[in-house]
């Protein structure tokens, strides 16, 4: 079911988690490409393996610092990092290096900066400088994968990337992890090619059993129109008591994902979204957690809609998180005094 819902893959391997998924495409991408160095964006995760814990340190393009003890230097050194959505930083990493990179690793809509969508123009550039250089053009779709559109977000932009992960809502709530891509691509897997991969427990029965019944349920269109317009019902509601508030917050979504951020200015990248005031966001959290609105408890997260988010529900919502947000512009009004969140505000 999944190959037939993204062109771009004809085979798939299942493991047990994105974090396996991430690392075995890279490794995957080395053992094509026969290089080292991997290119991922700022602000973006794709889950715990060494070569994939690294920041940028500096706007440009910098040679990679681990971002968790125990990743070693070497390794760090080898993760190339750029801002999510900077065209011209891309053309000039990929003029001095290009030839050095097996693969670019990109959420297509990233999510673990909060929701920061993809400029069009940049992921056509990234799809070009890739194949120019002979880099492979990995999407992870650990997160986007089924969750905007039947198969992937790769499809609503149409990215065309070398290979696919995935992870999350394949498994169905199960533990789950998949990567995929062309049979030319894919013959480089053990035993029929040279890279070694394997698990115990990948592809089985159980998750495979979720993920199936969970795919073979999106595979209504009118479900995926439903989220669009429960996410669109959302986030207008916040945006108009945000205007009504004058706050400094701005809301990026794209369909079931979004944002709320707590800063006026749009958000495009890291460096954008690191400007959030997440004392304001400890506030507002914790106002919504009081009347039983569960959020992911960090400003770089995304709020996810599922399709029991009904228009009761996104109703309530709108009027709890607009309580929240009056709680928010007191608090800045009065100064931003020390604030507990097992107290009574107003
Ligand atoms: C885009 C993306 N890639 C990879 C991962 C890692 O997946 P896992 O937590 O299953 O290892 C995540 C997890 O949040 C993710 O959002």
């Known amino acids: 079911m999944i190959v037939s819902a993204l062109p771009s893959v004809d085979r798939l391997r299942f493991v047990n988690s994105g974090t396996e998924a991430t690392m075995s495409a890279i490794r995957l ?3 094509v490409t026969g290089r080292s160095k991997i290119l991922k964006f700022e602000g973006a995760y794709h889950g715990h393996a060494d070569s994939l814990l690294v920041k940028a340190g500096s706007g440009g393009a910098t040679f990679g610092i681990p971002s968790s003890a125990g990743v070693p230097p070497e390794i760090a050194r080898e993760t190339l990092t750029l801002p999510y959505n900077d065209t011209e930083a891309l053309k000039t990493l990929f003029s001095a290096e290009g030839d050095k990179i097996a693969c670019a690793i990109i959420e297509p809509v990233s999510g673990n900066m909060g929701v920061v969508l993809p400029d069009e123009e940049f992921l056509r550039e990234l799809r070009r400088l890739s194949e120019k250089y002979g880099a492979l053009l990995i ?9 905007q559109t039947y198969g992937g977000a790769q499809i609503l932009f149409s990215m065309e990337p070398d290979i696919t992960t995935l992870g999350k809502i394949i498994g169905g709530g199960l533990p789950v992890g998949a990567y995929g891509a062309s049979d030319k691509i894919m013959s480089h897997i053990s035993p029929e090619g040279p890279v070694y991969q394997a698990g115990t427990l990948s592809g089985n029965s159980v998750s495979m059993a979720a993920g199936l019944a969970t795919i073979q349920k999106l595979k209504t269109p009118a479900l995926y129109s439903q989220l669009e317009e429960q996410g669109r019902k959302l986030s207008q509601g916040l945006r108009e008591i945000i205007g009504r508030l004058s706050l400094p917050a701005t809301v ?8 709320l951020f707590f800063t006026p200015d749009p958000v495009v990248d890291w460096t954008s979204a690191s400007r959030s005031d997440t004392a304001l966001f400890r506030v507002f959290f914790h106002e919504c957690l009081k009347q ?12 996810f809609l599922s399709t029991r988010h009904d228009d009761e529900v996104i109703r309530l919502s709108i009027e709890k998180m607009s309580r929240a947000l009056i709680t928010c512009r007191n608090w800045i009004d009065q100064g931003r005094p020390e604030y507990n969140p097992e107290e009574k505000h107003s």
């Open 29 to 31: 991408a080395r053992g």
């Open 139 to 147: 999407a992870d779709e650990i997160m986007t994968g089924f969750r």
């Open 252 to 259: 990026n979504r794209m369909g079931s994902m979004m944002t």
């Open 292 to 303: 039983g609105i569960y959020l992911p408890p960090s400003q770089f997260e995304a709020f």
